[in-house]
């Protein structure tokens, strides 16, 4: 069972767009949901992290916004640039449960 | 946060023969994970490696596959035993880094001919 469902599996967008990926879980135990960056040929590079105690967080570009009632969370990142192309993996960890990635989206930003 | 060496970044080894990576984090952590990424695909958490006790391996792994060893605090190292051309992956070393972050190493890319 997946424990944290990632969509979209791949998204394409021009130079400046918002790039939006969302993720869903289902164990409440969890508290703690950050966003990898992860370039090929690279390990995963924390972008940025949420606890459930805010709704949103921002950090530059990159935004993450929380819905702790229907279990979901999304990374937007703004004014999206060719050096974002990469792939981005959502993750959950919290209570007696190890970080427990999504599948994973691959971005493409075109210039 | 933590800066971590993983050693080898690549290499390609005949099947039934064994590998040993080694992780290098430039301070003391409690805990390293090994994760195992197949192509295209997602991370998964093989073992949990704690100084000076036996590691704690994820369902679906086994220690005579992937026995680890975990010598002291800064050090670490998964051994991939009689490797089939499954167990072609990227392999990456993970601590717990500061507060939040769970950092990671480069990973090594293990193809098996």
């Known amino acids: 069972q997946q424990q944290v469902k990632q969509s979209p599996q791949s998204l394409i967008v021009q130079k400046g767009g918002i790039s939006i990926i969302n993720c869903a879980y289902e164990?409440?135990?969890?508290?703690?949901f950050p966003w990898y960056q992860q370039f090929p040929g690279k390990g995963p590079a924390l972008l940025i992290a949420?606890?459930?105690?805010?709704s949103e967080k921002k950090e530059g570009r990159f935004t993450i916004s929380f819905n702790k009632s229907a279990k979901q969370f999304s990374l937007h990142i703004m004014d999206s640039q060719p050096g974002d192309s990469a792939t981005y993996f959502c993750a959950a960890q919290g209570g007696s449960e190890k970080l427990v990635f999504g599948k994973g989206m691959k971005l493409t930003v075109n210039p | 946060s933590a800066v971590i060496s993983q050693k080898p970044s690549r290499d390609i080894c005949q099947r039934g023969t064994s590998l040993t990576i080694q992780c290098q984090v430039d301070?003391?952590?409690?805990?390293m994970f090994w994760y195992r990424q197949q192509p295209g695909q997602s991370l998964t958490l093989i073992a949990t490696a704690n100084q000076g006790s036996e590691a704690t391996y994820e369902s679906g792994f086994v220690i005579d596959k992937f026995p680890i060893s975990r010598p002291n605090l800064t050090f670490s190292t998964l051994t991939v035993s009689n490797m089939s051309p499954e167990d072609s992956s990227i392999y990456l070393c993970s601590v717990l880094s500061g507060g939040w972050g769970y950092t990671f190493g480069s990973g090594t890319r293990l193809t098996v001919v």
């Open positions: 949420i606890r459930p105690d805010v």
């Open positions: 301070s003391q952590v409690t805990m």
């Open positions: 164990n409440t135990a969890f508290d703690y």
